[in-house]
């Protein structure tokens, strides 16, 4: 790593390490002369993809961070620092909070005028199905279910998660979105953690924003950028809603799963107390009529999330 700097002009520079999230990946910030970077470290994953993503975000106006520097073998980029203001500790009230949500509605609204890379893995109906195993086998320890509930599954995406015709960053919410209040437009709003996108529906990202496992939006938030969404694109509201449904319904179950994998075989228990907000969502999904047949299945399989539950996942959290 230390060559890598070097060579990069950043040899002299004071090294911050910044808090992790649920991935491997690792920041530190750096600053010298007066100057900030972000040295960004994933050895298990591909920052080649990262780094061509950033220049495609980027080139259709979008901001994604500059690549400085790249050492794929060693998983080290040095990034552009876009500094701390991440919409999640800005929405402080109503007010703030929606405009700073329109913004980044707007960022979506301007990567979905675009072709997404055609080289980008297709997030289709047989896909999204078969994600939603992770929480039968993790969350739920009812792994047998996890097949028929992706059979199930799988017609209702194929008719509302259809065309995958944009590029769905993945993880797109609050914490992963800046604030760059020097630039106008869909370009204020600061692009991370997109290594993992797909082809897929623009129903997706829109949903990741707005049913956050973070964070409660104020009343209002979710409506209006779905409106305003809609009115820009001149898309079908019924169509569309139920779109948002059906994706945000097989995003909760995943991350229902993901949450208790990081806690059983990760060591971060933390993640367990986002459960019952990810399941609020997860329900009001489900209500939607056109998850009538599946909803079923799922809300049979899947225990609430009480006290004894999100207990007994902790309780299988492995040592530090």
Same mark, same amino acid.
């Given at each position: 790593?230390?060559?890598?700097?070097?060579?990069?002009?950043?040899?002299?520079?004071?090294?911050?390490?910044?808090?992790?999230?649920?991935?491997?990946?690792?920041?530190?910030?750096?600053?010298?002369?007066?100057?900030?970077?972000?040295?960004?470290?994933?050895?298990?994953?591909?920052?080649?993809?990262?780094?061509?993503?950033?220049?495609?975000?980027?080139?259709?106006?979008?901001?994604?961070?500059?690549?400085?520097?790249?050492?794929?073998?060693?998983?080290?980029?040095?990034?552009?620092?876009?500094?701390?203001?991440?919409?999640?500790?800005?929405?402080?009230?109503?007010?703030?909070?929606?405009?700073?949500?329109?913004?980044?509605?707007?960022?979506?609204?301007?990567?979905?005028?675009?072709?997404?890379?055609?080289?980008?893995?297709?997030?289709?109906?047989?896909?999204?199905?078969?994600?939603?195993?992770?929480?039968?086998?993790?969350?739920?320890?009812?792994?047998?279910?996890?097949?028929?509930? #992706?059979?199930?599954?799988?017609? +209702? &995406?194929? $008719?509302?998660?259809? /065309? @995958?015709?944009?590029?769905?960053? =993945?993880?797109?919410?609050?914490?992963?979105?800046?604030?760059?209040?020097?630039?106008?437009?869909?370009?204020?709003?600061?692009?991370?953690?997109?290594?993992?996108?797909?082809?897929?529906?623009?129903?997706?990202?829109?949903?990741?924003?707005?049913?956050?496992?973070?964070?409660?939006?104020?009343?209002?938030?979710?409506?209006?950028?779905?409106?305003?969404?809609?009115?820009?694109?001149?898309?079908?509201?019924?169509?569309?809603?139920?779109?948002?449904?059906?994706?945000?319904?097989?995003?909760?179950?995943?991350?229902?799963?993901?949450?208790?994998?990081?806690?059983?075989?990760?060591?971060?228990?933390?993640?367990?107390?986002?459960?019952?907000?990810?399941?609020?969502?997860?329900?009001?999904?489900?209500?939607?009529?056109?998850? #009538?047949?599946?909803?079923?299945? +799922? &809300?049979? $399989?899947?225990?609430? /999330? @009480?006290?004894?539950?999100?207990? =007994?996942?902790?309780?299988?959290?492995?040592?530090?």
């Amino acid at each position: 790593m230390n060559s890598f700097l070097v060579n990069a002009g950043w040899g002299d520079a004071e090294h911050h390490p910044l808090q992790g999230d649920a991935s491997t990946r690792r920041y530190t910030r750096l600053r010298m002369n007066g100057q900030t970077a972000m040295l960004m470290q994933d050895p298990d994953g591909d920052v080649s993809l990262f780094a061509r993503l950033s220049r495609h975000l980027k080139s259709l106006g979008l901001s994604a961070p500059e690549i400085y520097a790249e050492d794929p073998e060693a998983g080290l980029l040095l990034i552009e620092d876009f500094g701390d203001s991440l919409i999640a500790k800005l929405a402080i009230d109503d007010h703030t909070e929606r405009a700073l949500y329109l913004t980044a509605t707007d960022a979506l609204i301007e990567l979905h005028r675009h072709e997404p890379p055609s080289d980008l893995p297709v997030a289709d109906a047989r896909t999204l199905a078969n994600m939603t195993d992770l929480a039968f086998v993790h969350y739920a320890d009812q792994k047998h279910v996890a097949a028929k509930v #992706a059979a199930a599954f799988q017609p +209702i &995406l194929e $008719a509302h998660a259809t /065309p @995958t015709d944009v590029m769905i960053l =993945r993880d797109y919410h609050a914490e992963n979105i800046l604030d760059l209040d020097t630039r106008d437009g869909p370009a204020r709003a600061g692009l991370l953690d997109f290594q993992d996108a797909l082809q897929g529906h623009r129903a997706y990202d829109l949903i990741s924003l707005l049913e956050d496992a973070r964070r409660d939006l104020f009343p209002g938030t979710k409506d209006a950028c779905i409106s305003h969404y809609i009115t820009t694109t001149g898309l079908n509201s019924d169509q569309f809603n139920t779109s948002l449904s059906v994706l945000g319904a097989q995003r909760n179950l995943r991350i229902l799963g993901v949450f208790a994998r990081l806690a059983k075989t990760r060591g971060k228990p933390g993640y367990i107390d986002l459960i019952p907000r990810v399941w609020g969502h997860l329900k009001n999904d489900l209500k939607h009529p056109a998850l #009538a047949h599946v909803a079923p299945l +799922i &809300l049979d $399989a899947l225990p609430e /999330p @009480t006290g004894d539950h999100l207990e =007994r996942l902790k309780t299988a959290c492995p040592m530090q």
